[in-house]
């Protein structure tokens, strides 16, 4: 057998996601395309997950490590009955829950810790994407781990925060978001974190206190060949598109709105929305600035659907107030639809130079960004211009083959680490 050292080794990796939602979300999107380069790497893939759970390739299994469930889309911040509480992570998570807490990564690391356990010479590595729970440093005391780390999840916190109407809104959500505390210890003694732009190193380092040393960059990608210009396609006037795989204040959704509604009154403007309509903050908004009959939601749907929803706008628009990549953006762009975005976080070194590849604007600036979706609707050919660069934009930069290349170069030289050659042989996975 190989040894799992040489460069050319297949390797079999662990792969840890305890949120994946299928169709939105950036952590969703991650999961499913770089498992699948991975295995067309020649590498074997095994998925452990908790709600709601990722779709991923058909080479690539999925164990599932189901959490109570308590924070869903359907029925946000229930109970558990008694009779679902069997084991003790379980326990874990609703003592959390009842403390104000978002408990999901502390007791997924405990699950996976507690399964990977009987496991140990299954696998040469570890890949977590964001859980960071207290287990994940105990299931790198066992197998070699490296974790990737999107952004600082403190930038959340801090928006939520600030956009929190009352001292008893701003203590639930200091209690909600107080697991950012424990990735960042958890991250601080990680070997190796991969991170997806420069951006959100800084970021990690200044908020999270994560050392530079232990962060690589690898940008995430996307697929040129699915995510295309469809010219067959017509586009609907005066048609916007954006994502919000969740309603919280880092996103910018009600910017968005109020643009929309500004604009709204020279000319007839209507949104798609890639997501579900979720009671809250943006669809009072949406109700109160009168603007249902213009919005229309769509979630649940396959790429090729949402390929043709970009298709069908004039301009695809993220209003974020920050972003540690920002996966819609590349999608978008790669389809060759203009994109307006606002500065926020890493966007600016996505998705490039104003006029040139983005129709940029200043972030949490209503007035901004309603002219730099008036200047794109009112401009054909610097719609086709800013678009077509887009996409090239992407073409020379991202692909999910290229991620999972450079994914790869992280695992070895983790694995490389005398600590983890150790690990290797006694788990039998190195002679």
Sequence with gaps: ???????????????????????????????????????????????????????????????????????????????????????????????????????????????????????????????????????????????PTIVTLHHPITRDRALEMEHAPNWWKKLGVSRFYSFVKMQGRVASKMPRIVVVSENSIKDINADMGVSLDRMRLVPVGVDPQLFAPKPDVTRIPGRLITTASADVALKGLPYLLEAMAKLRTERDVTLTIIGKPKPGKSMDLIHKLGLEPHIQFVSGVPDERIVELYAEAELAVVPSLYEGFSLPAIEAMCTGICLVATDGGALPEVTGADGDTVLQCKAGDVEALASAVRRGLDDPELRTRVGANGRQRVIDRWTWRRCAELTVEQYREVLSMPHNVEKLKRNGRLT
């Excluded at 599932?64 to 084991?87: G, M, Q, T």
């Excluded at 009842?98 to 009987?118: C, D, I, M, Y």
């Excluded at 890949?127 to 066992?142: A, T």
């Design 1 to 143: 057998m190989a040894s799992v050292l040489d460069p050319d080794a297949p390797l079999r990796l662990a792969y840890l996601t305890y949120r994946g939602k299928p169709h939105v979300g950036g952590q969703g999107v991650y999961t499913r395309h770089l498992t699948k380069a991975l295995v067309d790497l020649g590498h074997s893939v095994e998925v452990f997950g908790g709600q709601p759970y990722p779709v991923l390739d058909d080479r690539v299994p999925l164990t599932k490590l189901p959490s109570l469930d308590l924070v869903n889309d359907h029925y946000p911040f229930r109970l558990p009955a008694i009779w679902e509480l069997k084991k003790r992570e379980d326990w874990l998570e609703l003592g959390l829950f009842l403390t104000g807490q978002f408990g999901e990564p502390t007791a997924f690391s405990a699950r996976v810790k507690r399964h990977l356990a009987s496991r140990t010479r299954d696998f040469d590595l570890v890949h977590d994407n964001q859980c960071l729970g207290r287990g994940i440093l105990g299931v790198e005391k066992m197998i």
